[in-house]
């Protein structure tokens, strides 16, 4: 089959427009931009793989990875070899946000799995509908996404954790009212229990224990302050099913009681 190659030497998508679509291509699928483009290009593989050339070299892109190609760089991608590619893209003109990502021609990251992959789409999903309809203030919204997607690089690259413990974290953050089984955790992300103990420790600085309950606590003092909660029904939102643990672990993280805080705050 010949190759589906384009020729491309375009200054870019106009300042307030931008361009979005959703691609599921074979591996004829090739396009060149020897004289690049005035604006940005993000890429997110859905499934399949797909490459990049710049003068910097080749990258490849998998299920899983964002892709940010910076503006001015002459360009060629296209599906790898023997492969499908199925992704979604946006054009855009740079933000401000942009800065605090590594300075490269084409940055490939990988995004860790679960709640992060989930936003990437979703955020994608939001960027492909409201530019298709382009109702009342759809560029600013898609902005929004855009620098939404930029954020979560931005702190996942900073923060350089290994994938199986953001996932971790994740899973404690969706269950913090449900018992947590540290086993369980293991087997979700391939490690055993105590390999898993050990690696979260080293990444995070405490148990996984000690975390959620100093998550769980925080929560409790939100629920009080902020939605009238008492004390006892704080700490049945968080998960402790007995209240005098939950009332020896808040005054050791708050430094008053559950009741005398919830007071403190002005609440009867």
């Known amino acids: 089959m010949a190759p589906h190659l384009r020729n491309e030497d375009e200054s870019g ?8 679509g959703h691609f599921a291509m074979d591996d004829s699928y090739v396009l060149r931009r020897p004289n690049a483009r005035g604006d940005w290009l993000m890429v997110y593989t859905l499934e399949g793989q797909g490459y990049f050339y710049t003068p910097e070299g080749r990258k490849e892109t998998h299920a ?27 054009h855009f003109h740079k933000l401000m946000e942009m800065s605090y990502l590594p300075q490269e021609e084409v940055l490939v990251v990988s995004i860790s799995e679960g709640y ?48 199986r413990i953001v996932l971790v974290l994740q899973k404690l953050s969706q269950s913090m009212q449900e018992e947590i089984k540290i086993h369980e955790l293991a087997k979700e992300v391939g490690l ?27 929560q409790a003092a939100l629920f009080m302050e902020h939605m009238g909660r008492s004390a006892t029904e704080a ?22 009681s559950p009741r005398a805080y919830r007071k403190d705050k002005g609440m009867r």
Not at 13 to 20: I, R
Not at 66 to 90: C, D, M, S
Not at 238 to 255: C, D, E, T
Request: charge should be positive; glycine fraction near 6%; aromatic fraction near 12%.
């Open 13 to 20: 998508t106009p300042y307030g427009n931008l361009l979005s």
């Open 64 to 90: 899983g990875q964002l892709v940010l190609l910076r503006a001015g760089v002459p360009h060629e991608y296209g599906t790898v070899k023997g492969q499908q590619w199925n992704f979604v893209w946006i």
């Open 116 to 163: 992060s992959q989930k936003r990437v789409v979703s955020a994608f999903d939001h960027i492909l509908y409201l530019a298709r309809e382009r109702s009342d203030y759809w560029y600013a919204l898609c902005e929004n996404s855009i620098r939404e997607i930029v954020l979560l690089i931005a702190q996942q690259l900073q923060t350089r954790r290994d994938p």
């Open 192 to 218: 055993s229990s105590s390999r898993l103990s050990h690696l979260f420790k080293q990444e995070v600085g405490e148990s996984i224990t000690r975390y959620l309950n100093r998550m769980r606590i925080k």
């Open 235 to 256: 700490s049945l939102d968080v998960g402790f099913n007995n209240y005098n643990h939950f009332a020896a672990l808040f005054r050791k993280q708050i430094g008053v």
